[in-house]
């Protein structure tokens, strides 16, 4: 009698348990590959570009396999080329391809809308159902497997970098939150942030209380070492108001009293837009502290929010901050950028034009969209930092999302409105 899709999974998990970190993936993939059977499986991590995945392996110094190695561990990059691999991750479903040798079936590892990678299993004949739902299955308990293990190794990051960071990258990176994608009953969100050359400050971040959604895009003056601790400073500091509890223009004054005091130049400043959204009502208080304004798409037409413009954060501690507020409709889409995509050649692009284009598409593809549009009219090497971070109101606190294997499938995922 064949194991049960419930025995599979917890005999998976179990033994991802019992791995250490590194071997964790590799321990679930046997279980899987053991019960189907499969010729082959592999797991392909979402390269931090967000334009490749990358094939981790673990291989003897010996072997002809081509790739980045570190103490036996390799890394090959499959770069996106419109093909299966690519199609399956952005319309987060599964793919099955017939070869003319077997069947490779393409599973999305994905948590909560966040893509982490896909998994390949490569079998002798066409998949039955069963070992269809098995798969899935096996790809969203991968996506938690690889999330509880990179607490406690470096291998997924490293496999994750094709290029090279400087340290202020590396300050930048830790600043930004572990997700890009946040899918709710109620919400979509979804950040992006495309690297300068020299690290221009930017920052994206957020966090979901029970009944309110917190959120901030910052950009800190300068690039470099110097921008990257001006960031942390303001980034540290709203995250620690925010985690005590203090009103959202409390988390700004403070903010700003950090950075004029903490500042590694003088005169050192962030602007910022902060947001909180009250997830039952809609009603999103936000501040500007000397940022672009926010913009609004609603039924397709996109416009600049006139909020109380504020000085950014540092510049004049002893100014209080004032918040303006916004009702979101359901439908509504709500869009923070830098000035990494308005100013400088990016600003070539027409990004109301763009965003009424992408208006169809889950927000994690449309931040992908303009990631490639402002490198097409600004790359492809950038002057400064270009961050967005995209907010889908669906209104409806308390509804439960429409998920499939780790992705909620009620809005159009697809990437073919790029």
């Not at 293990?149 to 990258?169: I, M, P, V």
Request: charged letters at 20%.
């Amino acid at each position: 009698m064949e194991p049960s899709v419930d025995e599979v999974l917890s005999g998976m998990l179990a033994s991802a348990e019992a791995a250490t970190p590194v071997e964790a993936v590799e321990a679930v993939t046997r279980e899987l590959g053991a019960a189907l059977p499969a010729r082959s499986i592999s797991f392909l991590i979402a390269d931090l570009s967000g334009r490749a995945l990358v094939r981790l392996a673990h291989v003897a110094f010996h072997s002809a396999a081509e790739g980045r190695r570190d103490n036996g561990e390799l890394a090959t990059v499959v770069p996106f080329d419109g093909g299966h691999q690519e199609q399956a991750l952005r319309a987060q479903a599964l793919h099955v391809v017939a070869t003319g040798t077997g069947w490779t079936v393409l599973a999305p590892v994905t948590e909560r809308g966040e893509v982490i990678g896909l998994l390949e299993v490569v079998l002798g004949a066409a998949p039955a159902p069963q070992a269809l739902t098995e798969i899935a299955r096996t790809a969203h308990a991968l996506a938690f497997v690889v999330i509880a293990n990179r607490r406690h190794t470096d291998l997924f990051e490293w496999g994750q970098r094709t290029t090279a960071f400087t340290l202020s990258a590396e300050i930048q990176r830790r600043l930004l939150p572990a997700a890009f994608t946040c899918e709710g009953g109620s919400f979509t969100l979804s950040g992006w942030l495309e690297p300068a050359a020299s690290i221009g400050g930017d920052t994206f971040d957020y966090s979901v209380a029970r009944d309110t959604l917190h959120f901030s895009v910052t950009d800190a003056m300068g690039h470099g070492v110097a921008s990257a601790l001006t960031a942390t400073l303001g980034v540290g500091s709203l995250r620690n108001s925010r985690r005590a509890g203090h009103s959202l223009t409390e988390q700004a004054d403070r903010a700003s009293a950090a950075v004029a005091q903490h500042g590694p130049t003088r005169g050192a400043f962030i602007t910022a837009v902060l947001g909180r959204l009250d997830l039952h009502s809609g009603v999103c208080e936000m501040i500007n502290a000397g940022h672009l304004p926010p913009v609004l798409v609603r039924d397709g037409d996109p416009h600049q929010l006139e909020l109380p413009r504020n000085f950014a954060l540092g510049m004049f501690p002893e100014t209080p901050f004032t918040a303006g507020t916004v009702t979101l409709r359901p439908g509504d889409r709500l869009v923070v950028v830098t000035d990494g995509m308005r100013e400088r050649k990016a600003a070539a692009l027409d990004l109301p034009a763009k965003l009424r284009s992408l208006a169809a598409l889950h927000p994690r593809e449309t931040a992908r969209a303009l990631a490639d549009a402002v490198l097409a009219v600004a790359g492809p090497v950038l002057a400064d930092d270009a961050t967005l971070l995209l907010l889908d109101w669906h209104g409806h606190h308390g509804r439960p999302r429409r998920a499939n294997a780790g992705a909620d499938h009620a809005a159009d995922t697809s990437a073919d409105s790029r």
